[in-house]
């Protein structure tokens, strides 16, 4: 339980002793460690039930607190899987013979600490502490390599980080004094329903956790970051990092929203969200690199993540839980099939030597195989089924009809078909056969395999959505007594 | 897990494992796809042989788990499933054999077989789906499948018909997904019966119930070529002649019409969409679509483009009889899926010998083929004359029995549509096969091949000759027990008497 925060941190410290070939070896050994600890955990929660976990036996307001439940816990798991598949193409796609690359590790197991421990912190200066560690470890990873363009995309993202993080420790500040707690359950139990205070700062946590979602019109730092920044790290970036503090944020609404929110504010960060899947999506189709369609395409995606807000707020009970449902689905196959897109991309960019999407002709002949990656990772992004983009898009669909809200149902629509208009502008590029060029590099099997692995996940996520939603569900308070076993 | 449980998955799987084999294979392994190719497609054709012997015999094969919250993953083998199965294992044996021979020395084999598999099982799925859910999961499953298809050959205007294509089936997949979505809202997961579920509803739902189905009837018709949502499919003519085949004889255009046989009947049932009215623009609809198409047909000088008006308005037939009210409408329309989808594939076929062993492309180019190729030649005139509905061919039953279901629906303006089409249908057949047979050859063919002894390469010249046999024999033998008439005359008691 508590490895999930130290091995990281172990690793992080170790790893910065060694160079890159050694600090691989090293990384390897901890993923395998990660992901044998995240699917035990997985599956005691599934067998037993979710818990609170307090850090070192010190309870609450003095220790660390950590909240162990279904959507934790899975979340947990799927940041293994994802970083585990980011790590090892890392290690292969990575030119050793670089000086700087052996900063890779530290910072990738930095991220890691980080990620574990939004996921499992139960109260809000933990989560700022995530928080920050995550940004300063991801702005760490764009900036790698030094160039001056990436060194530019890296400033803007710790800047719109760090505005973020800021706005969020302000609402953090005026609940602390409010309610003299920090604990996200302990705040919820006691907050009324008429307190300006309180209400604005769920507003200044919201706006800083938005502006670090990259929320339209907040997304301006996102597309260079994620665009410049090496394959694997674009993958973990857009895969997971975005996540977390989208994480924090509908923590934050689904406690205490329902007092301190309003229908405006819901409406609101819903239409943000909305105009995001359409603005994202056409500027993905106007792209001439193919990162950045992939990138535009993670604004598109989160926008999504937004239609949380609306279809929580002030609905029946079921329908609330179909909307999270929903979310929940949409956040971890768009991990899945997001990772997977950009690992493939950096496989097909390395393959014709160019980043434009017009010089893609004649790859679906050479390189079938990334290109099929790519495409079912596609294929989820686009909602089609049977894959996990789809089961999400369908709970969505039910929630926004049952909820009345209809002018969802058209966001889910149109964005769907958006998305299927910039996958397959890149299918047809590369499908064209006149190209004359067949200097064509095949990458090693690792990177090809890994890509399609993700791929493949998020779309048996679809077929298997039952039973991983089961999971989700489980809260925390069901086993509360177990609080010490220790998995 | 029980047979009855497994057969069906069985079904799915066959043609899905030689889809993920195939991609596997490396491109340069040609007899080894070949034969995974074939023993898949024959290894389906037993598959599906067993269960619709079992169908007939009254057995259940269905299997069902939950896959989201309220919606189930349900395959059911009832006997509109096993006709549209049945159908589509025949030829796709039939068109991998053709395909093997078409697609000799052509690169990216390797792709086109895996997603040919794909597309397969698709329709498979699409075959045996047990409700709407999983219908729509495979009906998308196809569009996805399809395109690497129609854009094989990569070309500038491939890649554009590819365009259209998936614009048009995607943007119908959507409209779909809308009704779907809503009509799972107002009535749950409705798995598909044969009477229907909504005999007795509150009236309240009456109005949207009716926009459902328009929902509904309208992203289907993208794919069944329906008028004014036709315009992929001339186009989509630039794929290769065993693609072209294969959507116009089983997958594409008949998953359209098939998944609209299913609304009416399974779904809404076609009591409930008699009462609500809906059944009768839909007739127009159909009926303008076949005289559309016949007439388009007529001005098209490419043979294929000519092929394809030609499938717009033979798939409006389908429809046509399903919006007949009264069981010998339906046999009418159930009946033309399967004899739509012979005599289509054979014509095709034809073409594709025509393009690969004489370079002919045009109608005009191809006076007096038939002396240099005799069989093929054959096969198209008996295609040809079974599509103008000429006796005992399939197209005569079809004909005939869709004109009694609309004198018995008292909508006697059927007839006039059906014998205007037949005139059409022969305005633009019959020339083929005078130029065919009585003209003498104009020109030299513009890029002639040989293959020894037969007329073309071996793996072509056999499939026109098989499809041939079967529409002159279920013409023939339809009122025998195992002819399609009487198969589709069994699902037309089972969908009227409750």
């Known amino acids: ?487 | 897990m029980s047979l009855t449980a497994l057969l069906p998955i069985l079904a799915l799987l066959s043609s899905l494992l030689a889809a993920v084999v195939i991609f596997a294979l490396p491109e340069s392994s040609h007899r080894l796809r070949t034969l995974v190719n074939l023993l898949a497609a024959v290894l389906k054709l037993g598959i599906v042989a067993a269960m619709t012997w079992g169908v007939f015999r009254g057995v259940d094969f269905s299997v069902s788990f939950s896959m989201l919250p309220g919606v189930s993953f349900m395959l059911r083998a009832d006997a509109l499933a096993m006709l549209f199965a049945g159908l589509s294992a025949v030829l796709w044996l039939l068109t991998t054999i053709y395909a093997v021979g078409y697609l000799e020395d052509s690169p990216n084999r390797s792709r086109f077989f895996g997603f040919f598999s794909l597309c397969v099982a698709s329709t498979m799925g699409i075959a045996l789906a047990g409700n709407l859910f999983t219908f729509f999961l495979f009906y998308e499953m196809l569009t996805l499948s399809t395109y690497p298809l129609v854009v094989h050959r990569g070309t500038a205007r491939a890649l554009q018909a590819g365009r259209n294509y998936i614009i048009y089936t995607l943007g119908g997949g959507v409209v779909l997904l809308l009704g779907i979505a809503w009509l799972h809202g107002l009535a749950g997961d409705l798995a598909f019966r044969e009477t229907g579920h909504f005999q007795s509803v509150d009236p309240a739902l009456h109005g949207q119930l009716t926009l459902v189905f328009v929902l509904l009837v309208a992203g289907l018709g993208v794919k069944a070529g329906m008028f004014p949502v036709h315009g992929w499919l001339p186009q989509a003519m630039v794929a290769p002649a065993p693609v072209s085949a294969l959507l116009h004889a089983v997958a594409v255009v008949k998953a359209g019409a098939f998944g609209i046989v299913r609304v009416v009947y399974d779904i809404f049932g076609i009591d409930f969409a008699y009462r609500q009215g809906l059944l009768e623009p839909l007739a127009w609809l159909a009926a303008f679509t076949v005289l559309y198409g016949s007439l388009r047909a007529l001005w098209q000088l490419d043979l294929k483009r000519r092929l394809a008006f030609s499938t717009i308005s033979q798939v409006s037939y389908i429809i046509l009889g399903v919006t007949l009210f009264g069981p010998l409408g339906t046999v009418g329309g159930l009946v033309h899926l399967l004899h739509q989808g012979i005599m289509k594939i054979t014509l095709f076929f034809c073409a594709g010998n025509y393009a690969e062993t004489l370079g002919v492309h045009r109608v005009d180019e191809l006076d007096g083929a038939g002396a240099r190729m005799p069989a093929t030649s054959i096969a198209f005139t008996a295609a040809a004359l079974g599509m103008i509905g000429v006796p005992p061919l399939a197209g005569f039953v079809t004909k005939w029995t869709l004109g009694a279901g609309a004198l018995a629906a008292q909508m006697e303006w059927v007839v006039l549509v059906l014998l205007l089409s037949s005139l059409l249908n022969a305005a633009y057949f019959l020339p083929i096969v005078y130029r065919l047979w009585f003209l003498p050859v104009a020109a030299p063919w513009p890029e002639e091949r040989r293959w020894g002894r037969l007329e073309t390469n071996a793996w072509l010249f056999w499939p026109p000759l098989v499809t041939m046999l079967l529409l002159v024999l279920v013409g023939l033998l339809a009122p025998t027990a195992f002819s399609p008439l009487s198969w589709a005359q069994l699902i037309a008691v089972r969908m009227y008497l409750p």
Not at chain 1, 319 to 343: C, D, E, N, P, Y
């Open chain 1, 1 to 487: 339980m508590a490895g999930l925060l130290f091995t990281p941190l172990a690793w992080a410290a170790l790893s910065l002793l060694l160079d890159f070939r050694r600090g691989r070896w090293l990384s390897w050994l901890g993923m395998l460690i990660q992901v044998l600890v995240s699917l035990s955990l997985w599956f005691a929660v599934a067998g037993g039930g979710g818990f609170f976990y307090a850090l070192a036996g010190w309870e609450a307001p003095l220790g660390i607190a950590l909240r162990v439940d279904g959507l934790a816990v899975s979340f947990v798991l799927l940041t293994a899987a994802v970083a585990t598949a980011c790590g090892v193409h890392a290690g292969v796609y990575l030119d050793p013979g670089k000086s700087w690359q052996r900063y890779f590790w530290p910072l990738f197991w930095f991220l890691w600490a980080g990620l574990n421990g939004v996921w499992l912190g139960a109260d809000l200066f933990n989560l700022y502490v995530g928080l920050e560690l995550i940004s300063l470890a991801a702005v760490g990873l764009v900036a790698l390599g030094g160039e001056a363009a990436a060194l530019r995309a890296a400033l803007r993202y710790l800047f719109a980080a760090l505005l973020g993080s800021l706005a969020y420790l302000l609402g953090v500040a005026l609940l602390y004094g409010q309610f003299g707690t920090l604990s996200l359950t302990g705040i919820a139990g006691v907050v009324g329903a008429t307190e300006p205070a309180a209400a604005l700062a769920l507003l200044l946590m919201l706006a800083g956790l938005a502006l670090k979602t990259a929320l339209f019109p907040l997304h301006g730092w996102l597309p260079p970051a994620h665009g410049i920044a090496k394959s694997p790290v674009s993958a973990l970036l857009s895969g997971l990092v975005v996540k977390a503090s989208f994480y924090i944020a509908a923590r934050l609404w689904l406690e205490l929203g329902d007092r301190l929110g309003s229908q405006l504010l819901a409406q609101g960060l819903g239409a943000l969200g909305a105009a995001a899947v359409l603005w994202g999506s056409w500027r993905a189709f106007r792209q001439p690199y193919l990162k950045q369609v992939v990138a535009y395409s993670s604004v598109a995606q989160i926008g999504y993540l937004f239609l949380l807000f609306p279809l929580t707020y002030a609905v029946a009970e079921p329908v609330s839980r179909l909307a999270q449902q929903g979310i929940t689905l949409q956040v971890i196959s768009h991990a899945l099939a997001k990772a997977a897109m950009f690992l493939a991309a950096g496989n097909l960019i390395l393959s014709v030597r160019s980043k434009r999407v017009d010089a893609l002709g004649g790859v679906s002949h050479f390189l079938p195989f990334s290109l099929f990656s790519f495409g079912l990772a596609g294929v989820s992004l686009m909602g089609m089924p049977p894959t996990g983009g789809f089961a999400a898009k369908w709970l969505l669909l039910q929630a926004s009809l049952a909820s009345g809200q209809w002018w969802w149902i058209a966001v889910l629509l149109l964005g769907g078909v958006l998305a299927a208009a910039y996958v397959f502008r890149i299918y047809r590029a590369s499908f064209l056969e006149d190209s004359v060029s067949d200097d064509f590099y095949h990458p090693p099997k690792t990177l090809e395999a890994i890509p399609m692995i993700l791929a493949l996940l998020a779309l048996g996520l679809g077929l298997v959505a039952e039973p991983v939603l089961s999971v989700l569900a489980l809260p925390f308070e069901v086993a509360a007594g177990v609080t010490a076993v220790q998995p």
